[in-house]
């Protein structure tokens, strides 16, 4: 069973347009994640959030908004895209035990906007 | 200076070879360290934390160098399963403090 799910796996849409990227966890962790990869490969966090914080890091764009229903999901809603949106999102959460830290990461989405 | 620097490669070794990656970090406040293991086209996985004391799983050894503000990893008897792009993670305090590296490519050859 996949631990980190995410949909869609692709998403092609057009500048202007507002579209969610899905991502459920079963692994019972409290702490999700929301990644960006660009073309050169970087991947930088964008979100992390738990039942009782969401840290936005300040270099992502406000029409970026990650949503949480449950402890399990966490969507991330993107507004009006622009042709520098078009990357790989990862969504990831967090195991902690006993001080270690590990995330586990889900397949991504791969987001074009033409 | 990034964040988290990385040698891009790409290593190309056969098999059976001894082959190094290093990785240097800015901030020395960072608190955990790790390597993963991305596939083309594929997921971030982790392949091993970084303990102070170093460790070793396998073929793998990873190392961590506070004073020089370095990690490196060993992978010894190379597989063609370890092709790869392997990234360095540095981690501080909070939940999104965490930077990558852009990855070293390793391409094991028969």
């Known amino acids: 069973d996949t631990a980190v799910s995410q949909t869609p796996k692709y998403l092609v849409t057009q500048m202007g347009n507002d579209k969610s990227i899905k991502c459920e966890q079963n692994l019972g962790h409290d702490t999700m994640y929301w990644y960006k990869q660009d073309s050169k490969k970087f991947l930088k966090i964008m979100f992390s959030?738990?039942?009782?914080?969401?840290?936005i890091n300040e270099t992502v764009p406000n029409r970026f908004s990650p949503k949480s229903p449950d402890k399990a999901h966490l969507n991330l809603h993107i507004n009006s895209l622009e042709l520098g949106d078009s990357a790989v999102y990862f969504c990831?959460?967090?195991?902690?035990?006993?001080?270690?830290?590990?995330?586990?990461f889900g397949p991504g989405t791969r987001l074009t906007v033409t | 200076r990034k964040e988290v620097e990385q040698d891009p490669g790409p290593f190309n070794v056969p098999e059976g070879a001894t082959v190094a990656f290093n990785c240097t970090y800015s901030?020395?406040?960072?608190?955990?360290f790790f390597w993963y293991r991305q596939d083309c086209r594929k997921e971030p996985k982790l392949l091993m934390s970084?303990?102070?004391s170093g460790n070793e799983d396998g073929r793998f050894t990873a190392q961590l160098n506070r004073a020089s503000q370095y990690i490196s990893l060993l992978i010894r008897d190379s597989k063609l399963s370890d092709s790869a792009t392997y990234l360095c993670v540095v981690k501080g305090y909070n939940n999104n403090d965490m930077r990558f590296g852009a990855g070293t490519r390793l391409t094991v050859k028969p």
């Open positions: 970084v303990y102070s």
């Open positions: 959030y738990n039942n009782k914080e969401l840290i």
């Open positions: 901030n020395s406040a960072s608190q955990s």
């Open positions: 990831a959460s967090r195991k902690r035990t006993g001080g270690r830290f590990e995330q586990y």
